[in-house]
Structures are given as structure tokens and as C-alpha cells.
């Protein structure tokens, strides 16, 4: 993970970053250790069961990192800084970390999330790589008060299954990148519209009215690519949640109780902060998404399902994630 960056401002970043990162939790050396150890070992295992599972194999270039908070917020800012290099090459667009109020804003919210997430796949750097954050792990399964073991393996369900997605998926990365790009390219707000839409978001901030900042800040053509984004993370979201079910009490001897926590865990944690970053949608993006891969596996059987990995256009939208049904019949019919 380097820190070599591109971007002018990636110290101010960092620094404005160890404002809001918490603190980790309370352990000993020796039990850190072994937590480190174990989920070494517990994702090389998950990967296993994802294949069996799901019948998606992905080649693995290199381990699972498992990291602290500092780290996952260095290799995010490396993340960024290599997302937008990808997007300059075909654009002009002009990077928006390169102003000290972006990147003392992104630092902020780096830190914020740094305490939140309890792991990552890093799709964007050439091999692929999946970031388990720890200290994290270790104080939510202290605080669901769970088997330790048992929420190790099932986070590492989860996140391996977002591996395999980009890993067995050869379109994916590329697709999800286009995506990105043309969402950022979309936006063509004239000043007058963009103060606009400032005073919007300062009107929400003020209000805690319950509308996404997200949305305020897009344009007309934004908000459709935006729709195509949301589909995609939805479907990958859901797919991990329904895959790191699915081993079962075989795999996981506590699931059920570990998913009854970690669900009330999710909407205790539906604060105004986590809304006004998109945090909310994302929940509800776990939650949609593995309501769809659900139906369509109980409906049409996981070798039919896994036809939505062979191409971009047989990605659900929004609507058929709504209903599933709608893109079982879409299937049917193509074929």
C-alpha cells in the first residue's frame, strides 16, 4: 500500500483523516495477533466455500491484507488517487482532490468510515485487492457478543465473495469503471444551478430533512448513470450478504443469531451522518439486493442465476431488483 500518490494534497488528506478515525478496541497484543492469524486463515477457507457455493472460481493473486484503520484509509486514498488517473485518460475531467477543501473534507470522511467498514475489495489496482480492517471485526463482534470465530468467517464470506465477482468476471472492472466515468462526465451544472443545489444541501444539513445529498447534487443525465450504479452495487451488495448466509450453521454454527445482531446493529446505526454520506442506501442496498438473489435462486437455480455474470445487459436494473420476477422473464425470453 502505497503512499507515493499523484495528488498534490494526499499529506493533508492523511492528517485531516486522524481527526475523525476512532479509537480501536481494547485488547491484548496476544489476542490481536491471533485475530490477524485467524482471518488469514478464515479467508483462504472462505474462498472455498464461495466455490462450492455459487460455482464462480476466481484466480487469487495475492492473500487477503488484513489491515488496521490507517491502512484501509491509505489504501483509499491510493484507490482514489488511481480511480481518477483511469478517468483522466479519457476525459478532461478535472480532479477534484487537487483543491485542499476536497482533501481535507475526503480526509474527514475517511477517517469517519475508517471505524465502520469491515472490509473492502479493492477492484481498482491491476491484481485486485481485499482489505479485512481488524480492529473493527474484533470490537463488532465484542459488541454483538458473538463467536468470534464464527463472525470472522462469516465477514469473510462476505468479502470474498466481492473477489470472486471482479475476479471471475472478466467485464466487471472495466464496466464498473466506465460507469463512474460517465457519471462524473454528466455533470454539466451551470453555476446558477450549482449554487442552487448548494443551498439545497445546506437547506438538508440545517432541516435533517430527510432527502439524499447524493440526489441534490446530480444532474438530469447523472441521476440515470446513477440509477445503473445503484443497480450494480445493489446486486453486488446482496449477492455477498445472500452468499455469507447461505454456508449455513455447516459452515457457520451461529449464523442465524449473528445475522439477528448484526441486522438490528444496521439500524441502530441509521444516524443523520451515515444518511447524509449515503451510508442508509447502502444498508438498504444489502438488504434489496439479497432479497433479489434470493428469488431468483429459489426460482430459477443458481447455474440459471449466475447468466447475469456473462455480459453487462443481463445486469438487473432497478426495477427488476424491485421485482424480480421481471428479470427471470427477461432471461427466459433472451434465451
Not at 470465530?149 to 469473510?156: I, K, L, P, Q
Not at 437547506?203 to 448513470?225: A, F, G, M, P
Request: with cysteine; net charge negative.
Amino acid at each position: 500500500m502505497s503512499t507515493d500518490l499523484h495528488n498534490p494534497h494526499q499529506e493533508l488528506i492523511l492528517k485531516s483523516a486522524q481527526r475523525t478515525t476512532p479509537l480501536g478496541p481494547k485488547v491484548t497484543q496476544e489476542d490481536a495477533l491471533q485475530a490477524v492469524s485467524e482471518l488469514h486463515s478464515l479467508s483462504v477457507l472462505a474462498s472455498e466455500h464461495i466455490a462450492r457455493i455459487t460455482g464462480m472460481h476466481a484466480d487469487v493473486a495475492r492473500p487477503a491484507l488484513v489491515v488496521d484503520r490507517a491502512k484501509w484509509i491509505a489504501s483509499n486514498v491510493d484507490a482514489i488517487d488511481v480511480l481518477m488517473g483511469m478517468i483522466s485518460k479519457e476525459s478532461s475531467v478535472f480532479d477534484p482532490l487537487s483543491d485542499r477543501a476536497n482533501a481535507f473534507q475526503t480526509g474527514l470522511v475517511l477517517g469517519w468510515a475508517s471505524g465502520r467498514v469491515l472490509g473492502q475489495y479493492e477492484a481498482f489496482s491491476q491484481e485486485g485487492t481485499l482489505l479485512l480492517v481488524a480492529p473493527n471485526i474484533v470490537k463488532v463482534e465484542q459488541t454483538l457478543d458473538v463467536d468470534p470465530t464464527d463472525f470472522r468467517m462469516w465477514v469473510c464470506l462476505h468479502e470474498e465473495t466481492h473477489r470472486v465477482q471482479f475476479g471471475a468476471v472478466p467485464w466487471m472492472r472495466d464496466y464498473f469503471v466506465q460507469l463512474i466515468n460517465e457519471f462524473v462526465n454528466a455533470s454539466k451544472l451551470n453555476p446558477i444551478e450549482l449554487t442552487r443545489r448548494i443551498v439545497q444541501v445546506v437547506h438538508c444539513v440545517i432541516t435533517r430533512n430527510d432527502q439524499s445529498i447524493i440526489e441534490l447534487v446530480q444532474s438530469d443525465e447523472q441521476k440515470e448513470i446513477y440509477l445503473k450504479i445503484s443497480a450494480l452495487m445493489t446486486l453486488l451488495e446482496g449477492h455477498a450478504d445472500f452468499v455469507m448466509d447461505l454456508g449455513g450453521p455447516e459452515v457457520i454454527p451461529t449464523v442465524n443469531v449473528i445475522r439477528e445482531r448484526f441486522e438490528e446493529r444496521r439500524d441502530q446505526n441509521k444516524g443523520f451522518v451515515s444518511h447524509l454520506l449515503g451510508m442508509n442506501e447502502k444498508l438498504a442496498q444489502y438488504r434489496n439486493g439479497a432479497a433479489f438473489v434470493s428469488s431468483c435462486v429459489d426460482a430459477i437455480g443458481m447455474e440459471a442465476f449466475n447468466q447475469i455474470w456473462q455480459r453487462p445487459e443481463n445486469l438487473p436494473s432497478t426495477a427488476e431488483i424491485q421485482k424480480p420476477a421481471l428479470w427471470q422473464q427477461r432471461m427466459l425470453t433472451e434465451a
